[in-house]
């Protein structure tokens, strides 16, 4: 599986940003699907996931009520709606296919053994 992420840019605080990522290939081995990011300097953080055939949908306590996570299964594509940004959700964000299935805990520690990584999308919030 390929995946493309997209939709970044430079914002101010409050405002409102929607990330998108492609996929592609062997999109029909996809059970779950999450979305990280990493500012610079510091380790990489899980932000949301939704397992691909129910669309139940999980969030990292910090962006839980401002971004919600979404797929749209027959085209393959996972969406980011973040609202009320802050400057510290500056960071790269990157998209996540497992292709086995994880549990939460084990997809925000980055899933299975058998997982892709999109390149990321920059996202600035300035203040």
């Known amino acids: 599986v390929q995946l493309q992420a997209c939709g970044g840019g430079l914002v101010q605080a409050g405002d409102s940003l929607r990330l998108s990522c492609a996929a592609s290939?062997?999109?029909?081995?996809?059970?779950?699907m999450g979305w990280f990011r990493q500012a610079q300097g510091k380790e990489r953080e899980y932000v949301a996931g939704?397992?691909?055939?129910?669309?139940?949908?999980n969030y990292a306590d910090d962006t839980k009520g401002r971004f919600t996570i979404s797929r749209d299964d027959a085209n393959s594509m996972l969406y980011l709606q973040m609202n009320s940004l802050k400057p510290e959700d500056t960071a790269v964000y990157s998209c996540l296919a497992d292709l086995e299935g994880s549990s939460w805990y084990g997809l925000a520690r980055g899933g299975s053994s058998s997982v892709s990584w999109g390149r990321g999308t920059q996202v600035t919030v300035s203040s």
């Open positions: 290939g062997r999109t029909d081995r996809i059970q779950v």
């Open positions: 939704i397992r691909w055939s129910s669309g139940t949908t």
